[in-house]
């Protein structure tokens, strides 16, 4: 029923593409991460909790319809409903079903619930398409609940030693749910204007994220035990400078490896992530009930073998013709 | 083993100096007494013996992890560091162990005479009953690459601030091979303990390259300037008729060196000289690479001696009749220095001249120059500095010459080891053989970040074949490699072998038509040996 192709993953019987890079008539979004929700579409299909986002992103003039989790849509006899991901809010898994044949594409997802969004939902069906970006056994990442604790620690520390903490977290999805768990007793919270954008358009649909944001003519001197939280562009640019006496962190499953946290060249890497690790993806495999198994990005090839071999799968390696940029897919 | 490790993670976790030599200091004042000597031996790069193969560490994880070989070898990659891989994949703990860092490394030591089914059970004992930065921190033991983000520097500092002693002492305590298991802190560094170990050298006083325009350093006249010759670093010690030859490493090298055993007569009681060891033929320096050939042989065949003979090129006297000259000022030893010589000549034993110039203008010049004097650029100290400890700025400069650059086409690439996983950060570059492309020089690092990105999305759209971890890629862009000396090889396709290449930039501007030939090459090495 759904086709690999130079514009994206695609559904003959509905005439609709999955996160398609290239324009099209009718797009179904997974969520709003720019590798997944680009411009150009004449017509948008995602969950509730994404439409806002793509409007902020993506044009205030774009065509769009949204669903709820398990809402159902019928097109040409296509039987098409979205299903949490728990990647982040609004992140869904989109099942399309027709004359009895299930598909399920995930997008981007995790199973470790991140406090915030919807927990993930397994979705019984023939055909799983599945993420690969940390499909080694070398990535297996503790509770986020350990994690925000360890960060707000880290914090604390530094704000009793008198040192602003910055944390770099990719604006969309994980500062916010950072930003949720963050012990504001500790201190006051900053923004960068990247993240700050996402949180006002959060804010006006009935969210409450904290934070201030900081605005250039902010006088940054006087800034003492705060918490900034600021995505990964800021750390190249004179933005992060600014501020007096600072230790910075990055939050990232990257963070999980050595060689990765010291080439970031901060003080501290968190590892924390939107994506399954490994031993999450296989959980997630089994649980759909799929035979048909289609791995893209990450380490594609290498995750198909082992499905194969280890469960007996029909695991294949899917080519897709966009690979992203490591920092875009944190 | 606990405050071990979390000393291993503390430094690991900060790029900066200051909170390094802290978290040193703070496991100095906590950890076990006994555990302190193994600790400073470990992390000034001394390594336990290899108790067992790696691939028996890595057949043991993949069973018990259960996993597929392959799957564990092509994590590994990823990771890039056997110790890391196995501890990111053994199973979750199951108990804990109580052993400290010394007994741990007896018990490695124990391991190397036990049969391979007993050293499996221990070891994985270990693994089973140690939380992943243990495990990290065991592996690195096992493996002997115990080199984590901390230098012999930072340790003397931090040994200096929590003994209250000099810097120099304990660097000084610490010099050449000594055994953990017959030392403890009392005896590596109370004051008595400073007395007799007439074999020591004096911990090295090391250079940083100038980095400014050098008429910043002040009048020319203030300042001793010599070539930079390209050997080995060494002291020469005459102490009780007895002599050592130290190299820069700390490797006691005086078997290496017949050249020298005559001095150990002629030269009087309580000596040490600095100089550069230089393969030295008919008046002039021979090509370094002729030396290191020398060097790596067990035994010294006449034949070698022959072919390349060694002298030291001395430039400054650290003790004269036993007393200790380093706080005199340079002058003052140089000319201590050429008395020396000149009352006791040898014919190993040269000195560096100071050279004559009028203006940095002239210095300048003879620095771009270098080469043609078989030299790589400049020492340039000054007068009035006394003889310091490590690398330090301000008073000795390094001035080498610039690297020498060639245009090659990048040809095949790598992911990079235990960098940025999942990332082609290694790259293989070639010159023109006729129409053919031969691989001449292989380099890691000189982009920007920024630019490996560009690079890695090219390369994966740009894949001609895959060998394994290696992609050949479409000739397509070329880039300037810049290296220190080049040397005629056979062993390698091109007929050459680099020192230190590294790219220097994207030479976007550039066709592939435009890069360096194969006879580019040769004609260096006819420039550089003229
Ligand atoms: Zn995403
Ligand atoms: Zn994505």
């Known amino acids: 029923m759904l086709t690999f192709t130079d514009k994206g993953i695609y559904c003959k019987q509905a005439d609709v593409y999955i996160d398609p890079w290239k324009p099209v008539k009718f797009a179904i979004i997974t969520h709003g991460h720019s590798d997944h929700a680009r411009s150009g579409m004449k017509h948008y299909l995602c969950h509730k909790e994404t439409e806002p986002i793509l409007r902020l992103r993506l044009g205030k003039d774009i065509s769009t319809q949204s669903l709820e989790y398990n809402q159902t849509l019928n097109k040409n006899g296509v039987t098409i409903s979205l299903h949490p991901a728990g990647h982040i809010l609004g992140s869904a898994q989109i099942r399309l079903e027709y004359k009895g044949e299930i598909w399920v594409v995930s997008g981007d997802y995790k199973l470790m619930p991140d406090g915030l969004s919807s927990p993930f939902e397994a979705v019984k069906c023939h055909h799983f398409i599945t993420e690969s970006t940390f499909g080694l056994p070398i990535y297996r990442f503790p509770t986020a609940e350990s994690v925000y604790g360890s960060i707000n620690n880290w914090w604390q520390e530094n704000a009793s030693e008198g040192y602003n903490s910055m944390l770099i977290a990719y604006s969309l999805g994980k500062s916010q749910s950072i930003l949720h768990h963050l012990d504001q007793g500790i201190g006051n919270i900053f923004l960068h204007g990247a993240v700050a954008n996402v949180n006002n358009t959060y804010n006006e649909h009935g969210y409450n994220f904290p934070g201030v944001w900081v605005s250039p003519d902010m006088n940054r001197k006087s800034i003492k035990g705060a918490m900034i939280v600021a995505p990964n562009s800021a750390l190249s640019t004179s933005w992060s400078s600014k501020f007096p006496l600072l230790r910075k962190a990055v939050c990232s499953g990257w963070m999980q490896l050595r060689g990765a946290r010291r080439r970031s060249a901060v003080d501290r890497g968190f590892v924390l992530s939107d994506h399954c690790d490994w031993n999450q993806l296989n959980e997630a495999v089994l649980a759909t009930g799929a035979e048909n198994i289609y791995v893209t990005h990450g380490y594609q090839a290498t995750y198909a073998k082992w499905l194969s071999e280890r469960y007996h799968l029909n695991a294949v390696e899917v080519k897709t013709q966009f690979e992203p940029a490591i920092n875009d897919m944190d | ?530």
């Open chain 2, 1 to 530: 083993m606990k405050e071990f490790t979390k000393l291993v993670t503390a430094v690991d976790q900060t790029t900066k100096t200051n909170q390094k030599i802290q978290a040193l200091v703070e496991y100095f004042a906590q950890a076990k007494e006994e555990d302190k000597i193994f600790a400073v031996s470990i992390l000034i790069g001394n390594k336990p013996k290899r108790p067992v193969k790696t691939s028996e560490l890595r057949e043991w994880t993949a069973e018990l992890a259960d996993l597929p070989l392959w799957l564990f070898e092509e994590s590994y990659y990823t990771v890039g560091d056997l110790a890391e891989a196995i501890a990111l994949m053994l199973p979750p703990q199951q108990n804990e162990h109580q052993l400290t860092l010394k007994e741990t490394l007896e018990l490695l030591v124990r391991l190397s005479d036990l049969p391979s089914v007993e050293k499996k059970k221990l070891i994985i004992g270990y693994w089973m009953s140690s939380d992943t930065a243990e495990r990290f921190v065991f592996n690195k033991l096992i493996t002997g690459n115990f080199r984590m983000g901390v230098s012999r520097q930072l340790v003397i500092k931090a040994l200096a601030k929590y003994l209250k002693q000099e810097p120099t002492a304990i660097a000084h305590q610490l010099m050449g091979k000594w055994n953990p298991y017959e030392e403890n802190m009392e005896s590596m560094f109370s004051t008595e303990s400073h007395l007799d170990k007439s074999y020591l050298p004096y911990p090295f006083f090391l250079a940083y390259q100038l980095d400014d325009q050098p008429a910043n350093l002040g009048a020319i006249t203030d300042w001793c300037i010599e070539k930079k010759l390209d050997g080995i670093r060494g002291q020469i010690i005459v102490r009780n008729k007895e002599i050592f030859v130290w190299s820069r490493g700390e490797e006691l090298l005086t078997d290496k060196f017949p050249e020298f055993t005559s001095l150990q007569q002629t030269l009087p009681s309580g000596t040490v000289i600095d100089g550069e060891i230089i393969p030295w033929k008919d008046g002039k320096p021979l090509p370094f690479q002729v030396m290191q050939t020398r060097i790596g042989r067990k035994n010294i065949a006449p034949k070698y001696l022959k072919e390349a003979p060694l002298v030291m090129v001395a430039f400054d006297l650290l003790e004269r009749q036993g007393e200790d000259l380093r706080q005199k000022p340079l002058e003052e030893r140089r000319d201590l220095l050429k008395q020396l010589l000149a009352s006791h000549p040898d014919e190993n034993l040269l000195l560096s001249e100071a050279m004559d110039f009028s203006s940095w203008e002239e210095v300048s010049k003879f620095r771009e120059n270098a080469r043609e004097f078989q030299c790589e650029g400049l020492m340039l100290k000054r007068k009035t500095s006394p003889y310091e400890t490590g690398r330090r700025r301000g008073n000795w400069w390094k001035w080498k010459t610039d690297p020498m650059t060639v245009d090659g086409v990048l040809l095949y690439a790598q992911s990079g080891h235990g960098r940025r996983a999942n990332l082609f950060t290694d790259y293989t570059f070639a010159v023109w053989d006729g129409d053919l492309l031969v691989p001449f020089a292989k380099a890691y690092s000189g982009l920007t970040d920024k630019e490996i990105n560009v690079l890695d999305n090219w390369i994966k759209r740009n894949t001609l074949e895959k060998f394994g971890p290696v992609r050949s890629v479409k000739p397509e862009f070329v880039f300037e490699i810049a290296f220190e000396g080049i040397n005629a090889s056979p062993r390698h396709k091109s007929g050459v072998a680099l020192r230190f290449p590294r790219i220097s930039r994207w030479r976007k501007d550039k066709s592939i038509q435009a890069a360096n030939t194969k006879s580019d090459l040769l004609q260096l090495i006819d420039v550089q040996n003229s």
